[in-house]
């Protein structure tokens, strides 16, 4: 039996992660919702919308709604991936939420992102049964 940490998501989880060295949980909807959870305290912590309102045109590749489907913590804790249905993977900081960088490797679904133990590579891989590696 496990302890309630929230409900309440708007939409389906599609993918969650843990820090490897303190008490944070990343959990991605898929309306573009990410949070990170401290489970020891039962605490949100931070919040991102990736789709939140932004002044750009509509013809505007930006203004796209960024479905998330997966994310994974880098084996230091530093970085969090985030993979999109979209085909695009964000790495963003973990303590900020804020973008490290982006990447647009496919056009298909993102649906797993994996770090290597010293975190000098990544992996994705997508709908269409491609692998992408990555070195930071």
Known sequence: RGTLLM????????????????HLLAIVSRNGILQVWNYEMKLLMMLREFNAPKQSKPDDKASK??????CSFDSSGNLIAVGFSSGIIRLLASETLEDFA???PSSEDIQLIKFSP???????CDASHHVMVFKR
């Open 65 to 70: 709604s960024l479905l998330s489907n997966c």
């Open 102 to 104: 982006s990447y647009a």
């Open 118 to 124: 010293s975190g000098s590579f990544f992996a994705a």
């Open 7 to 22: 409900q309440g998501m708007a939409d389906e989880v599609t993918g969650l992660s843990t820090h490897p060295s303190q």
